[in-house]
């Protein structure tokens, strides 16, 4: 794994890769949501708002997948030091944010015309919300701790802190009666039929690699910014 | 031992911690965090008329009844063992019929019957076409 701790290793593949990475999912992206605005079936109940789900459930995924990956990054780069992990726990910390908000918009718009709110203080919704807050601390963390472009000691372990959460979400609609429904895809099979399903996977896959495309950019301007701060500092004491 | 293994050990034994801490928070939380009270929980315990709380539960079948002045709906909400008489004046969401999930804000007026102020509807986790070409969206007509 050290074999990419190098920075201009780093970059030379991850140059190549955000637009491998960019394209492809664009394409999954608009593929899956034209299918899912035009093609599938409207739902029996809802009608035609079943098809936000197109989008409400992969920001929603990558919402609480990035922070997944704040918190594998944030213990391998106190455990083993690895000097990209806190630029990666980093980098994932805006678009995290920012998917989290779109899950709750999207959800928002979604509750209106199904349960007849904007918003209520069930589990899943407050857990949701906590979660966008985690990241807006996160942020405001790590830039006012970070020093010399390293990511702070205490940013890294409100990294792990917050994953607690993660379980919280997932299980609020098991654990408490919400006015969310549970789990529609479970390891034992999906309550959404196929016909309305099938490009549901395709749409996560496609914002998952643009989501990937984003992370990768952002390490590539933290890298960018440390070594402009690392020059400058040089030239000062020059 | 490794310095590497050493704080290997020292995140573990966080992590292992800040599970504990977040299990203890969540038995805490487990009778607070829930959205709303179904009629067996209130047949338990009885609710004193005009304290809000929120009802939930399934509307049963054929029992909403529409009033003379054209606003006011009585129907019935159960969970299989309990069930509550709601009264409510106003609009209700699409997916509010019967055989369906629904959460009413409110309170209990003093003859037991449960005078809401804001219906939800609450809908299943399945999803699937409607039964027949040609309609479009089944779910209005509740």
């Known amino acids: ?12 593949i991850a140059r190549p890769l955000t637009l491998w990475l960019f394209w492809p999912g664009f394409a999954l992206a608009v593929f899956a ?31 609480m997948a990035g922070w997944s990956g704040i918190a594998v990054a944030s213990l391998v780069q106190l455990v083993w030091r690895h000097p990209l992990a806190g630029v990666a726990a980093r980098a994932i910390a805006v678009p995290g944010a920012l998917f989290a908000a779109l899950g709750l918009i999207t959800g928002s718009i979604w509750g209106r015309p199904t349960w007849g709110t904007w918003w209520v203080w069930d589990g899943r919704l407050t857990s949701t919300l906590v979660l966008f807050f985690l990241y807006l ?31 919280v979400i997932h299980y609020s609609v098991t654990w408490w009666n919400s006015l969310h429904q549970p789990q529609s895809i479970t390891t034992g099979g999906s309550a959404i039929d196929s016909s309305i399903l099938w490009p549901l996977p395709i749409s996560a896959l496609g914002f998952t690699l643009i989501f990937g495309a984003i992370v990768l950019m952002r390490m590539r301007a933290i890298i960018a910014g440390n070594r402009v701060e690392a020059r400058l500092r040089r030239m000062a004491q020059g | ?41 209130i047949a338990a315990e009885p609710v004193p ?20 002045d054209g606003v006011t709906i009585d129907f019935i909400v159960e969970d299989g063992e309990a069930q509550v008489p709601v009264r409510f004046s106003g609009i209700t969401p699409d997916l509010f019929q019967e055989n ?13 019957t449960f005078i809401a102020t804001n219906i939800l509807a609450k809908h299943d986790e399945n999803y699937m076409p409607p039964p027949m070409e040609g309609m479009e969206t089944a779910g209005n007509d509740g």
């Open chain 2, 100 to 112: 369906s999930g629904v959460v009413a804000e409110g309170a209990f007026d003093a003859r037991g």
């Open chain 1, 33 to 63: 949501l034209g299918t899912g605005l035009f093609y599938t079936p409207p739902d029996y109940l809802q009608g035609e708002s079943v098809r936000i789900i197109y989008v409400h459930v992969p920001t929603n995924w990558l919402a």
């Open chain 1, 137 to 167: 601390g996160y942020i405001a963390l790590a830039s006012a701790s970070s020093e010399r472009g390293e990511t702070s000691r205490v940013t890294a372990i409100f990294g792990i802190l917050g994953a607690i959460n993660l379980p």
């Open chain 1, 1 to 12: 794994m050290h074999a990419f701790a190098n920075p201009t290793r780093f970059l030379s």
């Open chain 2, 49 to 68: 008329p005009g304290q809000s709380i929120r009802l939930g539960g399934m509307v049963a079948d054929g029992s909403i009844v529409q009033q003379a």
């Open chain 2, 1 to 41: 031992m490794k310095a590497k293994h050493q704080r290997l050990t020292l995140a573990i034994i966080a992590v292992v911690a800040v599970i504990g801490a977040g299990f203890l928070a969540l038995i805490g939380l487990r009778d607070n965090a829930a959205l709303f009270r179904t009629p067996t929980e």
